[in-house]
């Protein structure tokens, strides 16, 4: 079993859609890390999470530890969404600090 | 713009070539990672570097040879690759011990012919 699961692999929407997009983990992580990635290959960081919830205009991250799960959601989607996200994990005590391990990803695509 | 940037942005390398990748970051990080992301498969750590030190290589082949010769700059010289080692190659900067995020360039897609 991966240490790190994302779900759906795949979704589809219409613009204006809410989206979910889920992970679950099965270590003890320091941060998870969710990551937007457009067709050219160039990452950007969405959000850094240890505990609760954070809110960046239209996207709400939360993780809970306890349960070992996190969620990215997007309210009000639009086209320009349309990307991979990925959820990643960093690594807890000595040197595992800035060491991330990787879900598959989601790929989003939001249609007009 | 991440403030990390990759070059070059595409290369095509025949299996006896030379070749290097460079990264450069303009955070004031103190650490630097190359990452591989292969074709359906998530990415994957290479190497990490933590104030110019190697502090992780993860089970990488010795084709693939990293240098950091400061904390802004990381490079990947390539030799003798095969045509699985075709993959998108990232690099990335942090700063460990403050709890911030990761900063990625936009890649280097690497083709082995």
């Known amino acids: 079993k991966n240490e790190v699961e994302q779900s759906p692999q795949n979704l589809t929407a219409q613009e204006g859609e809410f989206i979910t997009i889920n992970c679950s983990y099965s270590?003890?992580?320091?941060?998870l890390h969710w990551l937007q990635q457009h067709p050219g290959g160039g990452i950007v960081s969405l959000f850094m999470?240890?505990?609760g919830k954070k809110k960046h205009g239209r996207l709400i991250a939360t993780i809970n530890i306890q349960e070992k799960h996190s969620s990215l959601h997007i309210t009000a989607s639009h086209p320009r969404d349309s990307a991979v996200y990925i959820c990643a994990l960093e690594g807890a005590g000595g040197t595992s600090y800035g060491k991330l391990t990787f879900g598959q990803g989601t790929i989003l695509t939001v249609h007009p | 713009e991440t403030g990390v940037t990759q070059t070059p942005r595409h290369l095509v390398m025949g299996m006896t070539n030379k070749k290097s990748l460079k990264c450069e970051q303009h955070?004031?990080?103190?650490?630097m990672y190359w990452y591989k992301q292969s074709a359906k498969k998530p990415l994957e750590l290479m190497f990490v570097?933590?104030?110019?030190?190697?502090?992780e290589n993860n089970s990488v082949p010795s084709r693939f040879s990293p240098e950091c010769p400061n904390s802004s700059h990381l490079f990947l010289h390539l030799h003798t690759l095969q045509p699985e080692d075709s993959a998108l190659y990232l690099c990335?900067?942090?700063?460990?011990?403050?709890?911030?995020?990761?900063?990625f360039g936009q890649g280097t897609r690497l083709t082995v012919v």
């Open positions: 570097y933590n104030f110019k030190e190697q502090t």
């Open positions: 270590v003890g992580i320091s941060a």
């Open positions: 990335a900067s942090s700063q460990l011990g403050m709890n911030t995020e990761a900063f």
């Open positions: 999470l240890s505990s």
């Open positions: 955070l004031g990080h103190n650490a």
